[in-house]
């Protein structure tokens, strides 16, 4: 937030580089909401499909399921999201839709993924007592495996949003606005300052919502 303070980040990089930045038509810290609000849809729809997902290809006698899944949503990584969002625009035109369907399916991996490796390290042993204790396999899935792959699966979310942070910087050259436009407008200018400042709170905005999401977990447990 300090970095957000008029002038402050601006006049410090403009000094570094020894280059004009020009006024941008819109303050920095509007920016950074915008980008903050993408990222933050996105990965909200990222947890209310990819938690879900997880869960139920990790039920017992679904092994080929839980590949398929594995496989269908790994190619969310392995397409450029250059290539995904060219291949949106002409269906949902410009704006945030493409933006955030790439941000959905970059996102999508490290969730599905990460859940799944949280919820087949729980101990065997631990569902078994619990079986005998009378618990139904929802009360199983709700008091004991969702909260022992917690952290594995937060680990995802973690990531899945840092790598959402600076993929949502692509969705500037589609109008969506956020930190890529310092970064586009840098780049179609020469203007070196405007790129540092660009790259440069979109990197400040990572950390904080991966420090933010680790004392989420810590408060947990």
Do not use: K
């Not at 909401?33 to 006698?61: C, F, K, M, S």
């Not at 956020?178 to 970064?183: A, S, V």
Request: hydrophobic share 55%; net charge neutral.
């Amino acid at each position: 937030m300090v970095c957000l303070i008029p002038g402050l980040l601006t006049g410090t990089v403009s000094r570094l580089t020894g280059t004009e930045i020009p006024t941008l038509g819109t303050p920095l810290w509007s920016l950074t909401l915008q980008h903050l609000g993408l990222v933050l849809v996105a990965e909200v729809v990222v947890l209310l499909i990819g938690v879900p997902l997880a869960v139920v290809v990790t039920r017992p006698g679904r092994a080929a399921l839980m590949r398929l899944a594995e496989a269908i949503t790994g190619l969310g990584q392995t397409v450029p999201t250059l290539a995904i969002l060219a291949l949106a625009v002409p269906v949902l035109g410009f704006g945030a839709p493409p933006t955030l369907l790439g941000l959905f399916l970059y996102g999508l991996v490290p969730v599905v993924s990460n859940g799944i490796a949280g919820l087949l390290a729980v101990d065997q042993p631990t569902l078994d007592a619990a079986r005998g204790m009378g618990m139904t396999d929802a009360q199983r899935l709700r008091r004991i495996e969702l909260p022992l792959s917690l952290p594995v699966l937060m680990a995802g979310v973690r990531t899945s949003a840092v790598y959402n942070v600076g993929t949502a910087t692509i969705g500037a050259a589609l109008g969506t606005g956020g930190l890529g436009t310092p970064i586009i407008e840098g780049l179609s200018q020469q203007n070196t300052a405007l790129v540092v400042i660009g790259a440069l709170l979109a990197a400040l905005l990572a950390l904080s919502l991966d420090g933010l999401l680790g004392l989420a977990v810590r408060a947990e447990e």
